[in-house]
């Protein structure tokens, strides 16, 4: 699970790190002849090196919504182009310098580019190539369906892991779900009915966490803790129905989202079984023994002044 989870998380969070490192700039090459010529406008000359338009809106990318929103205002657009303009005169400062050629740089720089490399091929090679088609979707709802319908559900919900883990241990010894949830549940509306949440359907679950453990579930089965926005959660399944050719045009949008994703997952999967087949990879495990992780984390380069 936590293989699967963290390859997920490469594919969604790399690609989305590489974007917002590079702005707008997918968006700019198809908005025509016209928003390139905007992009290339010469905004600023700091000793021969231009700050163009695009520069500005790339910088301005990585700025709070409402800090975008102010640019609107003329002052506060030139304010932002000073900064710009410091920040270059300091970086060709320090390049003057030959700061460029240390080695700490040099190895940021090197992350940097690696960050973004990873994240490119992943949009090419599995964002922009892993799609569900409609008979995918369909195939994979008449093969599931019998655990897409709707469940009947119970939940105790809690505050803290320590106190779910010494709930579960009491309903593994042979505790009454009814009873414990009446006497720890944190939720106020079905505690006093042993946590019964009545018939919940696929598509109406809002944390893919909860629907997942939940489905799993045979009647009569209590899960193991899943944790949501609202806590920690131990659940059983009472009852539990198919769904129907009904439902499916009710859940196939999301249904086409969950097929697409699990053929992201798949694609980067074989991706990387592929690489490794092919590669020399060696590793010294005594050196990883030894890896301490306890040294202080590297503090981040200081922000630049704001322009007065």
């Known amino acids: 699970m936590f293989t699967r989870g963290l390859k997920t998380l490469v594919v969604i969070a790399a690609s989305a790190a590489l974007f917002a490192a590079c702005g707008q700039k997918a968006g700019q090459e198809k908005a025509g002849e016209a928003a390139k010529a905007d992009s290339s406008a010469v905004l600023a000359v700091v000793n021969g ?20 929103k102010s640019l609107a205002d003329e002052k506060n657009k030139q304010k932002f182009l000073d900064n710009l303009v410091d920040k270059a005169l300091i970086v060709q400062k320090a390049e003057s310098l030959g700061m460029d050629k240390e080695p700490e740089v040099a190895r940021r720089l090197n992350q940097i580019k690696s960050s973004m490399l990873l994240g490119y091929y992943v949009k090419k090679e599995v964002l922009e190539k892993a799609s569900a088609t409609d008979k995918e979707v369909k195939d994979y709802f008449d093969k599931n369906k019998g655990d897409m319908g709707s469940v009947r559900l119970s939940h105790i919900l809690i505050a803290s892991q320590k106190e779910a883990e010494d ?39 809002g944390s893919a966490g909860l629907k997942d453990a939940a489905f799993k579930l045979k009647p009569g089965e209590v899960s193991g803790i899943v944790q949501s926005q609202f806590g920690y959660h131990i659940m059983k399944v009472t009852e539990k129905k198919p769904a ?41 495990g005594d050196n990883l023994k030894k890896l301490n992780l306890s040294a202080p984390a590297e503090t981040p380069a200081p922000l630049m002044p704001k322009a007065k």
């Open 49 to 68: 090196k231009n700050i163009t338009a695009e520069d500005f809106k790339m910088e301005a990318a990585s700025l709070s919504p409402m800090a975008i």
């Open 244 to 284: 129907t050719d009904t439902d499916f045009a009710v859940m196939k949008d999301a249904l086409k989202a969950q097929v697409t994703e699990k053929k992201k997952e798949e694609a980067f999967e074989s991706i990387v079984k592929d690489l490794k087949a092919q590669a020399k990879v060696s590793v010294n």
């Open 167 to 205: 709930i579960l241990a009491k309903l593994k010894a042979g505790g009454d779900f009814k009873a414990l949830a009446k006497q720890y549940s944190l939720d106020t509306k079905t505690k006093n009915t042993g946590g019964d949440l009545g018939f919940v359907k696929w598509e109406q679950f």
